[in-house]
């Protein structure tokens, strides 16, 4: 009995140095918070996020290191002295709230005082994550944290290889890689002090007898439910052994005295649950018949689909099948929400196939109208993905009769047709770089327009052999106007900064074109007879792709508002810009049909990026274009001949 009682002891002498030491090893934490960005956009949270995770940290026995604002060469010296700290053993924890983005696979920390205006300015004035793991893994010590809350948005959403969110890394032997949001994601910045993910691992750090995957894991699904899972965090981690940064003391034992007490014997009673198991089985009667209703009403769903889809039947006639279907459920399923979204769908398509009735049959050719004439001789180009390639096609105003126009086996951009259909315009990458192209479609043939530096975004000033396009001859990106044979004939903007997208109106008197010069980018007007410059975008957001009106009283614009990206349509009489598209992934590159009715875009609503048609009114978008891969870039062109017959369509 003495010798059992004596292990016992030893025992629990053990677990308790044993957790003691957890306790009392070396802990040394590197937090580093960026908010005050110049160049880019400024952010709320990640100067509190730092210092409340010092504060927090430091209750935890770390030796904290702190940064805020700190430009490249600071923190590349506190990550020098982080490292050396961490050779002498123990836990290393690295924690970085502010800007980060991945470019080529590559994750960058975002300093402050940073003017990246081009890709390669990205590895010259940003901080690779692998130069933090490089130290951390050089330093052989016993475990180390990483906690990256950096991918709030991607602010060089420009750049070709530049992708949303970060890029997932492999975590070194011994590490944890603690991502805010899923990789290739955005996290948010918070609406209070600090960031959604970070006001989250602030509650858990300190909750005692939690394992440090435990306390993570935790903060991971709190964060899902505080953002209705737009937000998931992401671990990586080799194995490592369970390690905790808070215990409880554990109470002395104190045996209780058991007292005896009288015990109170049952009594004999009868209970009848009949009239509950009959509401029960009531109630799965009424669940089993609804359910057989939702059935057959997700059938009629699937047939009236393929009948939407049909080439031989009239829009009269799929509107009356939306009718008809919209009639058959009614009523409400008290036991889904199926049948929600169902009504909402058809009433959204009988609005939709009411609105195209405004674009005429071609049953009418006895009483043609002069809009249906200029939609009939009316061309759409736009690009799509051909292999490892992107290459320019073209189509009718239906988007059928396909034709792919560019061979370049390379990376084609920004197509714009010329008013009557002769010449094609665009942005390739054959020679290495960006250049402009224009192209003859009765007989093919090529002109390149290729000054030093990028070459990019050209569109056709209405009614003359002559374009606008974004060069950067001396640094930096302006716009000129051009021959059609490329010879520089005027510089349009000087801005100092970065202008790009230029379209002329329709008049020829206006330039609409997209300009950093206030930070953001931003959508302006100038008059080509003053030369006054007005901006009719959305204050303080991002906005790209001015498409003009027919009319030229309006233009489509591309904003994003809330990390939503949608098409807005402003005029100039002062009036609050109106939103055509709403809650369905990413639309842009808007373009208006010749009389002003329809606006061809393209979006990611149903996973890779498509081609749509909606009414200028912004009724229910239809799909335009059916081809594999994805297609950007549309535009809308008169295009009243020249296009050669023998254009054959690549099939891959």
Known sequence: ?????????????????????????????????????????????????????????????????????????????????????????????????????????????IPVGVNIKMKYDVEDQALKMRYVLGAMEEANNNLNIIILDACRNNPFRGFRGGSQGLARMDAPTGSIIVYATAPGKQAADGQGRNGTYTAQLLKNLGTPNLSVQQMLNKTGLEVMRATSNEQVP?????????????????????????????????????????DILKAEETKKKAKQKWSEWQSNRESDYQKVKRIETSDNLTSKQKKEAWYRFLVAIAQDNPYSTTDNSMRDRAESRIDFWTNINALPSKASKKNKTESYEKLQNSKIVFVSRVGENKEIFISDFEGKNISQITHHKSI???????????????????????DIFVQNMKTHIITTIAYKGMNITPGWVPGKFELVAALSLDGDQEVYLLSGKGEILKRLTRSGGIDVAPRVSPDGRKLAFVSRREGSPQIYVKNLDTDGVMRVSL??????????????????????????????????????????????????????????????????????????????????????????????????????????????????
């Open 234 to 274: 992401w671990i990586s981690s080799t194995p490592v052994e369970d390690y905790y940064l808070a215990m409880r003391p554990q109470p002395a034992y104190k045996p209780n005295t058991v007292s005896s007490q009288s015990i109170d014997l049952p009594q004999e009673t009868s209970t009848s649950f009949d």
């Open 412 to 434: 084609s951009l920004s197509p714009s047709l010329s008013q009557d259909g002769h010449w094609l315009t665009y942005t390739s990458y054959v020679n290495g770089k960006p």
């Open 539 to 652: 204050q303080g957001k991002y906005n790209t792709s001015p498409a003009w009106s027919p009319s030229g009283d309006k233009l489509a614009y591309v904003g994003i508002v809330k990390n939503k990206i949608d098409i807005y349509v402003t005029g100039f009489d002062g009036a609050a810009p109106m939103q055509l598209t709403r809650d369905q992934g990413d639309n842009e590159d808007p373009s208006w049909s010749p009389d002003g009715s329809f606006i061809v875009f393209s979006s990611t609503r149903e996973g890779a990026s498509k081609i749509y048609v909606m009414t200028a009114r912004g009724s229910e978008p239809r799909r335009l274009i059916n081809l594999p891969g994805a297609q950007t870039d549309p535009q809308w062109s008169p295009g009243r001949g020249g296009i050669s017959n023998n254009l054959s369509m690549n099939e891959d």
């Open 1 to 109: 009995m003495k010798q059992t009682l004596s292990f016992l002891f030893l025992l629990i002498f053990l677990s308790t140095l044993f957790c003691s030491e957890l306790i009392a090893a070396n802990r040394t934490a590197l937090v580093i918070g960026n908010s005050e960005y110049k160049s880019i956009t400024a952010l709320n949270n990640p100067v509190n996020d730092a210092t409340d995770m010092k504060t927090t940290l430091e209750k935890l026995g770390f030796d904290v290191i702190l940064r805020t604002n700190a430009n490249r060469t600071t923190i590349r010296k506190a990550v020098r002295l982080f490292g050396n700290k961490i050779k002498k053993g123990g836990v290393g924890l690295f924690f970085y709230a502010g800007h980060g983005v991945q470019v080529d696979g590559v994750n960058y920390i």
